[in-house]
C-alpha cells in the first residue's frame, strides 16, 4: 500500500477502532470489581484537625465573626480538572449557616453533596 493521506487516516482509524475495542473488553472483565473510595484531593480551613478535641469549641469559620459554630457545611463535588472529588467543610454560627447555599453545582457529579449538620453541642454549651 502507497504511503498516501487516505492510507494514513485508514490506518490511524483502524488503531482508534482496536484501542477503543480494548479498552471495552478491559472494562468488561473489570464490572465485578468493587468501585475505589472517593479521594479528598482538598480541604478548606474549618474541618477538625487531629489536636482539635471535640470539647473545643469552635467559631464560626465567616471572616470577622466571633460567634460559636454550631453547624458544618460540607460540600462534595468533582474537582475541575475531573480528577478527584474535593470535600469542602466549613463550621458557622446559625447566621451564616441560614446564609449558606451550594456554590459548586458546576461541578457536581453522582455523588455530589451539600449538608448542613448541627454540631454536637458541647457540655459546657449546653449548660449556659
Not at 451539600?114 to 449556659?128: D, H, N
Amino acid at each position: 500500500m502507497a504511503d498516501t493521506k487516505e492510507g494514513r487516516e485508514n490506518q490511524a482509524d483502524r488503531e482508534e477502532k482496536r484501542q477503543r475495542e480494548r479498552e471495552m473488553a478491559e472494562a468488561r472483565t473489570r464490572a465485578d470489581e468493587v468501585e475505589p473510595p472517593v479521594e479528598i484531593v482538598g480541604e478548606t480551613e474549618g474541618t477538625q484537625r487531629e489536636d482539635d478535641s471535640p470539647d473545643t469549641p469552635r467559631q464560626c469559620h465567616r471572616r470577622g465573626c466571633d460567634e460559636p459554630a454550631t453547624f458544618e457545611v460540607l460540600e462534595r463535588y468533582q474537582e475541575e480538572t475531573g480528577h478527584g472529588a474535593v470535600e469542602a467543610t466549613a463550621a458557622l454560627c446559625q447566621d451564616h449557616a441560614d446564609e449558606e447555599s451550594p456554590t459548586n453545582l458546576d461541578n457536581a457529579y453522582e455523588d455530589y453533596v451539600f449538608q448542613v449538620k448541627p454540631l454536637v453541642p458541647t457540655i459546657e454549651s449546653a449548660t449556659k
